[in-house]
């Protein structure tokens, strides 16, 4: 079957603007993660849905970072006022359920904020 | 606080030769889960191979093989038959058993060389 799809796969934005990057689980994934590769933190955790439970989102670094699922189905992440510190690749990843189940993740989405 | 730490920023192998990755974690739970991701330049994460702590047998996938020394906190990835599709970076990763955050080592850049 089809794995986790993301898109755009490269963004380049200016400072200031704001980007949205997509995530499209595998069917039938009921958990949805975002994580942040960066050359010097690499990677971290944003953010958690499980079905209709409130997402953690402990991991993201500032309240310029937002993120929803809509239908349970795909999430879209919001970076406000992008900032060159911003810059990195975004990657997804889906799971049957939370927990004990296996993380699989997307190509990601590498920004690129001048 | 878990922590992952993998000591080879930079590995090589000869193609068909076995090579061998370390991965050390610090922890003080006695249930998780321990992963070995493959990233190619195509940036997409891909699983390896997956350890559950309570297993006492090591987890195979066909030419690879962990190490997985519970006492010691050392979880190694050996790969045998080296291919030259098999070099990329490569992450260790850690999860409590019913926690979802992945916690990510900073990866081993593998070489193949024909």
């Known amino acids: 079957g089809a794995g986790v799809s993301q898109s755009p796969s490269n963004k380049v934005t200016e400072k200031g603007k704001d980007v949205e990057l997509r995530c499209d689980p595998i069917?039938?994934?009921?958990?949805l993660y975002w994580y942040r590769q960066s050359l010097g933190q690499g990677l971290e955790f944003l953010i958690y849905?499980?079905?209709?439970?409130?997402?953690?989102k402990s991991g993201l670094p500032s309240d310029r970072f937002s993120a929803e699922r809509t239908g349970g189905s795909v999430s879209t992440l919001t970076i406000q006022r992008t900032q060159q510190e911003d810059s990195a690749v975004y990657l997804c990843a889906s799971s049957l359920e939370g927990g004990r189940e296996t993380q699989y993740f997307g190509p990601g989405t590498r920004l690129l904020v001048l | 606080a878990q922590t992952v730490t993998q000591s080879q920023p930079e590995m090589s192998v000869q193609e068909a030769e076995t090579v061998t990755l370390s991965c050390t974690y610090d922890t003080s739970e006695s249930d998780y889960y321990l992963f070995w991701y493959k990233q190619p330049p195509s940036r997409q994460m891909i699983l390896v191979i997956r350890?559950?702590?309570?297993?006492?047998q090591n987890a195979t996938e066909n030419r690879f093989s962990v190490n997985f020394q519970k006492a010691a906190k050392s979880f190694s990835l050996k790969i045998s038959d080296s291919q030259l599709g098999d070099a990329a970076m490569y992450f260790c990763a850690y999860k409590v058993g019913s926690n979802y955050k992945l916690t990510f080592g900073k990866g081993t850049l593998l070489t193949v060389n024909p």
């Open positions: 350890q559950e702590a309570y297993k006492q």
């Open positions: 069917s039938g994934h009921t958990a």
């Open positions: 849905f499980q079905g209709n439970s409130a997402p953690d």
